[in-house]
């Protein structure tokens, strides 16, 4: 199906679903922006006379125990088959690097100095999101991000701040949390924020654990408590902004992330006795009106993006905006209606049907089947309640017979119903768990929609896959449920190979 018709179909219901899980992105986001402030504010009295590691292994033993207790066998099932455990890993690694370089950095700064050079890294984030992540910001975004660093900029004096090896330590946990954010954000919408929580923090907790033998263990049962109970803290504050990151992009988070500049100086008001200047209140609203303009502009963005979408046209400055088709990345949700052209939505379907349909090397494709896709040229239908329709990918065997279908949907919604419930109904189940050869690939980000479409309508499915488009033009296929064989749950990424 092409993204046109499909842009017609929900344009009545995608401009309050979109603006909700905008609205509930910077809500949490703002959530992080106290809770994380408050965590190092809390760590910082313990780390001037304990070390760095012990503190870490605590409070991320705390964290990891609250997201395994929460999510029981289901995550610690997940975090065992999940395809992406290295990446997450390795993000972690980074992320530890990242506090342990900036509490040695707090260990001797003045709390605000410290806060005001982490926030260097907004600007590295927006700087590579775009070519890391295909979330280039406009020009407007860059004012905002430029407003907010100058907010910064006099709140805490950074002009007077002399080079020290802490000062450089800071500048360096800022540059890898934006390695770690952007990391965040390219997979956030194939893992759960409770699984990328419990690998973090459990990666954290075998790091600090490792300096033991080194080091000896310095904290008393009283210290160990209050780190815990701080734990807690900082947990909640990471899994908002994991929440976060799988429904905005990079750089908007970037650029909200500047409002924690202001819990960050109350507290050291009430924690520290640090009285606030003038220069200080001058900063913090430059800071509150960067975010304003943030989130007032990407918030418009969507809905002009679903306005246009409901005609089925771009705006002009939309298309100029636009790099060439079909190798550019796509863009979270709210946005990737408009980057999805129909020799878009064709690549992905060639791309699915060659590297899927079967895998390279698969040895259980049975004997006589053919694939067959319905793009650029149409050729085989199924009849569907409001006519003939033409299913993406449909796998025939030698007889003739239909036994599996593939369908990639641009914007999944309910005007699809018809045609999903008789591609379903048209296929074999003769899968180990029974369920339909039937599958849907959609953008990443828009899974959990896809499977809540297919159960609350009863239609029965072996996988639901999220897409992306790599930026040399080929196709990364993530699953997200799969019903059927679980063989069928393997990342396709030709890019990688």
């Known amino acids: 199906m092409t993204a046109r018709r499909v842009l017609r179909g929900v344009a009545a219901a995608a401009p309050a679903a979109g603006h909700g899980a905008f609205l509930f992105a910077v809500g949490c986001v703002m959530a992080a922006n106290v809770l994380l402030p408050l965590q190092d504010a809390l760590t910082k009295r313990f780390i001037e006379e304990l070390p760095v590691a012990q503190v870490l292994l605590v409070r991320s033993f705390t964290v990891m125990a609250i997201a395994l207790a929460l999510g029981r066998g289901k995550v610690a099932g997940r975090i065992l088959r999940s395809p992406l455990k290295r990446t997450m890993v390795v993000r972690a690694l980074v992320m530890f690097a990242a506090w342990t370089a900036f509490y040695q950095a707090m260990a001797t700064l003045p709390l605000a ?18 070519p890391v992540l295909g979330e280039w910001p406009s020009a407007r975004h860059w004012l905002a991000i430029g407003v907010g660093f100058l907010g910064v900029v006099l709140a805490s004096g950074l002009v007077r701040f002399e080079l020290s090896a802490a000062v450089a330590l800071a500048l360096t946990s800022a540059a890898l949390w934006a390695a770690a954010l952007l990391m965040l954000r390219s997979m956030a919408s194939e893992e759960s924020s409770l699984v990328q929580v419990t690998v973090v923090n459990g990666v954290f907790v075998l790091a600090a654990a490792a300096q033991l033998p080194f080091a000896g263990w310095q904290l008393s049962a009283a210290d160990a408590f209050g780190i815990a109970l701080i734990g807690i803290v900082g947990g909640a504050g990471q899994f908002t902004l994991y929440e976060a990151a799988r429904r905005i992009p990079a750089h908007l988070i970037a650029v909200l992330e500047y409002a924690a500049l202001i819990p960050g100086f109350a507290l050291g008001y009430l924690m520290f006795g640090d009285v606030p200047t003038a220069l200080v209140t001058l900063g913090a609203v430059l800071v509150v009106i960067s975010g304003v303009q943030a989130v007032l502009l990407e918030s418009r963005r969507a809905t002009t993006t679903a306005g246009t979408a409901a005609a089925g046209e771009l705006s002009p400055g939309e298309l100029a905006a636009l790099p060439a088709l079909p190798f550019a990345p796509f863009l979270p949700p709210s946005q990737q209606e408009t ?25 259980t494709w049975p004997e006589g089947y053919v694939t067959t896709t319905n ?35 641009m914007n999944i919604g309910p005007q699809a119903l018809p045609y999903l419930k008789a591609g379903s109904e048209l296929t074999d189940n003769d899968t180990p768990t029974h369920v339909k050869h039937f599958f849907v690939y959609v953008p990443a980000g828009q899974e959990e929609v896809a499977q809540k479409l297919l159960e ?42």
């Open 113 to 130: 100095q410290a806060v005001t050079l982490y926030f260097v890294s907004p600007i590295f984030v927006a700087v590579a999101s775009g």
């Open 339 to 363: 980057r999805m052209s129909k020799e878009t939505h064709d690549l992905v379907v060639n791309y699915i049907a060659k590297y899927r349909f079967p895998f390279p090397g698969q040895t």
């Open 375 to 409: 793009v650029p040229e149409a050729q085989a239908a199924i009849p569907t309640p409001a006519g003939d329709h033409y299913p993406d990918i449909v796998i025939t065997d030698r007889t003739g017979r239909v036994r599996e279908l593939g369908e990639v949907e």
């Open 456 to 497: 609350d309508n009863a239609i029965s499915y072996a996988g639901v896959r999220g897409f992306t488009v790599n930026a040399d033009g080929t196709v990364k296929v993530v699953p997200s449920v799969t019903k059927g064989d679980p063989y069928d749950h393997q990342i396709t990424d030709p890019a990688a190979a």
